[in-house]
Each structure stands twice: as C-alpha cells, then as structure tokens.
C-alpha cells in the first residue's frame, strides 16, 4: 500500500508491516518452515518439462532496449557461462520461480552475482564494501539471492579452472558465512543491525592472516587507485575542449554525446528539457542533498553502454560545473524497468521504476550515494521511462573475478555472503531466518549441490546462445 507525501512521492505503509512477535515466536517462525521446506530441498534443480526457452527470454527483454546496442549485450555474454549468467537475471528469475518458495520475504537484490558486490566511498568518505547494483531488487524469498551468489561462484570458480572439490569448498564457505553471520545478526539489537557495515579498513583486518602479505599489496594498491576514481578522474578522461567548453568525447558507440544521438534536435531544445530532468530529479534528495546539486550547471550529457545485463537500456552520462570548469560533477541516469522479478512475485509496489531501485537500495545498502535519486522522463521520441540517477564514479572499485585465485575468490566470496545477509536482516525477519538456517551446515551443503546443477545448466543456455548466433537467429558483436 503506498501513501502519498507531499512532494508527490509515496511511502511504504504496508509492504515491511511485521507484527510484532517476540524472538521466541519469530524463531518458532523459522522452524516451522524448516518443518514444510527442508533444508535438503534446496539442493535440487532440473529443469522443469515445459521450461521457458532461455534465449527467447532474453529476445524479450530486447524488445525495450535500444536496438543497435543489443548485439553488445549478446557478444558480452557470449564470453564465457560466467558473463552468460550476468546477463541472464530474467532466466534465473523464472527458474526460481518453479521450486519451493519461501515465505520469509526480505528486500531481494535480484541479482546478486559476484560481480554486483564492489567498493564505493561513503558520505564520510570512507571505503565501504557492498552490493552496488539494484536493477532487479523487489520484496522475495530471501534464499533466491542466495541461490544466485552460490551459482555464480561456482561458475566463476569453473571459469578460472579450479577443481571440483575446491569449488564446492569455495560455495559452502560463501554459503556458511552468509548462516552464521545471519545467526550473528539474529541476536543483535535492531539499531546495531542497521548500523553494521562493512568498510575496508574492517576487510583487512579480518583477512590479513588468511590473504597474505603479498595479495594484500595487490589490494592495497587497488584501492589506492579507486580512491581517484572521481568526478574529477572522469572529466579528465572522458571529456575535452571544443569552442572553449567541455564537451564529453564521443567514442560510438560506448560513448554517443547527445549531439550526435539526438540528431534534428537542437542542443539548446535538449539542454532546457535536461534542466527541467534535472529540476525534477533534485526533488527526490535530501533537503541538503538538493541544496548542493543547485550550485552545479548542466554542461554536457551522452549516452553510455554500462555492464553486462544492462546493455542497451537507456543510460546516459551528465558533466554538471560547480563554481567553474574545474569543479566538475558526473552523474549516471540508468533507465529502470520493470524488475525481472515481479512476474513471479507481483508488481512493485512504486509506480516509478526508478523510485523502486532507489528505495531497494536505500533498504539494503549500509550507506547510499549521496546523490541516489530518480526521475520519470519523456525522450524525443515521446515514451516517458523511468530513471535512477547517482554519482558516475564515486571511489567506485569492482574486482575483476577472472583475475582471482583460490584463496582470494574464498576470501571474496565470505565477504559477499556477510554483506548480503547484512542487507537481508536490515529488512527481513532475521531471527526466523536464522532458526530456519540453524547451526548445522546442512543449508551450507545443499546449496553447495543446487549450484553445481545450475551451473551445469547456465552452460548449456550458453551453448544456446552461441548456437542462435551461428543460425542467425540472434546477432552479437563482440570485442565491446
């Protein structure tokens, strides 16, 4: 049920309503579902009779993208099963939805893959670990995250060619740390839930024996390098001087300035629509928020190709100047659509797709960019779509998952799985999810077992894949 406020957004009135149940009964909860859905019961898949054919969903998904752009996506995912699963959300989504549905429901990711997990900076400007992408999040069962993080890594350990056994151990630890530190959280106040986090400095200290001197050089220096991603880092690279003022370098078609994308339309037409955007965004922020993004000055905007999943939905880069051309600000506006979940689990309850992602993550991140807004615009061709919008380059640090050994992608993987059982008990009951989980490593070995079997079968949709490309069927570009 939503509300509306007096800014004409809306307010969750009935969505996160949870009786209140005292610990005992909330972990009686957890129990009885253990009673009705085993722990034991995760560990299967097969692909139902009538199982949706995987390429036609993602033919489907295209059908709202921008139509030159989705032959990138394709080359993308064609790389390899793991960058197949990445952009596969949608073919996950209604595998999950024919196997046994929980009904403890927490804020879902919806994708929550290895490498949606990364480094950005905080308000406070501290390095802060933590899911960094929330396309697809929607209230769900809390185990459909789970299941995927497990699927990736076990596909992420076959793609960097580890042996089975090293896989499995690999799974159940990333499984294991997401139980305990459930149970962890399950017996901690509601305020110390919500203010736990996970920054780098903690990372080290908790790995440092484990890593190893010489790996956490490596890091070190990585994430020195993130601290310069910045809007500044990005002005630097990304735009030039043309005429006497900044205008973002067209490198087509990863990178089409809006001059070149919106021919037939005068720039000075575009640039008062992009203040009138920009007049609408500053709405959705915190009063402070929105207080410092009036001092900055649209300057220049284009579109940009992002990510794997995301190719070809609408997302575009905007350069804003402070007090002068040195003083830049970067923002990405990343078109949102329907989660891939909601045809299994209902339509969200935010009329704004962008408003959506943006309360999702709000929900299950420690600490939200300070710009995270949205906004509902009509283009030139005259369809309104719906928005997000945050900083372009914010101290943000991905780690390459290919580049990953044993021990660090182990080490990687227990850090995924606290974060997201961090983001689970912010919104969930997770006392019942802790009760249910219990202390023994059953769920730990059963998940470990549903993974190989969805590995196997993310394989063969991407031998699918690569067989529509060499029929014709579907067109791919790769090398982008």
């Given at each position: 049920m939503e509300m509306a406020t007096v800014d004409g957004s809306s307010t969750v009135t009935g969505e996160w309503a949870m009786p209140h149940l005292s610990a005992e009964e909330r972990a009686a909860r957890g129990k009885a579902e253990r009673a009705e859905i085993p722990r034991a019961a995760h560990a299967t898949w097969k692909a139902p009779p009538h199982r949706r054919d995987p390429i036609a969903l993602l033919e489907e998904q295209a059908t709202t993208r921008v139509p030159e752009l989705v032959p990138i996506r394709y080359g993308r995912m064609l790389v390899s099963p793991f960058t197949f699963y990445r952009g596969a959300a949608c073919v996950m989504a209604s595998d999950l939805a024919?196997?046994?549905?929980?009904?403890?429901?927490?804020?879902?990711?919806?994708?929550?893959?290895?490498?949606?997990?990364?480094?950005?900076?905080?308000?406070?400007?501290?390095?802060?670990?933590?899911?960094?992408?929330f396309d697809e999040t929607l209230p769900g069962p809390w185990d459909w995250d789970v299941k995927r993080l497990a699927a990736s890594v076990e596909l992420a350990g076959r793609d960097n060619g580890f042996s089975k056994s090293s896989r499995?151990?690999?799974?159940?630890?990333?499984?294991?740390?997401?139980?305990?530190?459930?149970?962890?959280?399950?017996?901690?106040?509601?305020?110390?839930?919500?203010?736990?986090?996970?920054?780098?400095?903690?990372?080290?200290?908790?790995?440092?024996?484990?890593?190893?001197?010489?790996?956490?050089h490596v890091t070190e220096r990585n994430l020195a390098k993130a601290r310069t991603k910045d809007s500044i880092q990005?002005?630097?690279t990304l735009t030039h001087e043309v005429g006497g003022r900044r205008r973002i370098i067209s490198d087509?078609?990863?990178?089409?300035?809006?001059?070149?994308?919106?021919?037939?339309?005068?720039?000075?037409?575009?640039?008062?629509?992009?203040r009138e955007i920009l007049r609408g965004y500053r709405r959705t922020l915190e009063a402070d928020r929105r207080h410092l993004l009036e001092r900055y000055e649209f300057a220049d905007m284009a579109h940009k190709v992002v990510?794997?999943?995301?190719?070809?939905?609408?997302?575009w880069i905007i350069l804003l100047l402070g007090r002068d051309d040195q003083d830049p600000l970067f923002l990405q506006a990343k078109e949102a659509q329907a989660s891939v979940l909601e045809p299994f689990l209902g339509k969200s309850e935010?009329?704004?797709?962008?408003?959506?992602?943006?309360?999702?993550?709000?929900?299950?991140?420690?600490?939200?960019?300070?710009?995270l807004g949205w906004q509902r615009v009509e283009g030139v061709d005259g369809v309104e779509r719906d928005f997000y919008v945050r900083q372009l380059r914010d101290w943000k640090f991905s780690v390459d998952i290919a580049a990953l050994d044993r021990v660090v992608l182990t080490t990687y993987g227990r850090l995924c799985g606290w974060t997201l059982a961090r983001a689970h008990a912010r919104s969930g009951d997770r006392i019942a999810i802790a009760a249910y989980l219990g202390k023994a490593d059953s769920f730990d070995k059963a998940i470990a077992a549903f993974a190989i079997a969805y590995a196997d079968q993310t394989e063969r949709d991407h031998q699918a894949l690569a067989a529509a490309v060499k029929s014709g069927r579907i067109q791919a570009e790769t090398g982008l």
């Amino acid at each position: 049920m939503e509300m509306a406020t007096v800014d004409g957004s809306s307010t969750v009135t009935g969505e996160w309503a949870m009786p209140h149940l005292s610990a005992e009964e909330r972990a009686a909860r957890g129990k009885a579902e253990r009673a009705e859905i085993p722990r034991a019961a995760h560990a299967t898949w097969k692909a139902p009779p009538h199982r949706r054919d995987p390429i036609a969903l993602l033919e489907e998904q295209a059908t709202t993208r921008v139509p030159e752009l989705v032959p990138i996506r394709y080359g993308r995912m064609l790389v390899s099963p793991f960058t197949f699963y990445r952009g596969a959300a949608c073919v996950m989504a209604s595998d999950l939805a024919a196997t046994t549905r929980s009904g403890l429901r927490v804020q879902l990711c919806g994708d929550a893959h290895l490498s949606n997990f990364g480094v950005f900076g905080s308000a406070e400007r501290r390095l802060m670990f933590d899911i960094n992408d929330f396309d697809e999040t929607l209230p769900g069962p809390w185990d459909w995250d789970v299941k995927r993080l497990a699927a990736s890594v076990e596909l992420a350990g076959r793609d960097n060619g580890f042996s089975k056994s090293s896989r499995s151990d690999i799974v159940q630890t990333t499984v294991r740390e997401y139980r305990e530190a459930m149970r962890s959280f399950a017996a901690l106040r509601d305020l110390d839930v919500w203010y736990a986090s996970l920054d780098v400095e903690q990372v080290f200290d908790r790995f440092r024996s484990s890593v190893g001197r010489k790996r956490l050089h490596v890091t070190e220096r990585n994430l020195a390098k993130a601290r310069t991603k910045d809007s500044i880092q990005a002005y630097e690279t990304l735009t030039h001087e043309v005429g006497g003022r900044r205008r973002i370098i067209s490198d087509p078609p990863l990178i089409v300035p809006v001059d070149e994308f919106s021919k037939g339309v005068a720039r000075e037409q575009i640039e008062q629509q992009m203040r009138e955007i920009l007049r609408g965004y500053r709405r959705t922020l915190e009063a402070d928020r929105r207080h410092l993004l009036e001092r900055y000055e649209f300057a220049d905007m284009a579109h940009k190709v992002v990510g794997v999943g995301s190719v070809g939905s609408r997302a575009w880069i905007i350069l804003l100047l402070g007090r002068d051309d040195q003083d830049p600000l970067f923002l990405q506006a990343k078109e949102a659509q329907a989660s891939v979940l909601e045809p299994f689990l209902g339509k969200s309850e935010y009329r704004n797709s962008g408003q959506r992602v943006v309360a999702g993550q709000r929900l299950m991140q420690a600490a939200s960019d300070i710009f995270l807004g949205w906004q509902r615009v009509e283009g030139v061709d005259g369809v309104e779509r719906d928005f997000y919008v945050r900083q372009l380059r914010d101290w943000k640090f991905s780690v390459d998952i290919a580049a990953l050994d044993r021990v660090v992608l182990t080490t990687y993987g227990r850090l995924c799985g606290w974060t997201l059982a961090r983001a689970h008990a912010r919104s969930g009951d997770r006392i019942a999810i802790a009760a249910y989980l219990g202390k023994a490593d059953s769920f730990d070995k059963a998940i470990a077992a549903f993974a190989i079997a969805y590995a196997d079968q993310t394989e063969r949709d991407h031998q699918a894949l690569a067989a529509a490309v060499k029929s014709g069927r579907i067109q791919a570009e790769t090398g982008l």
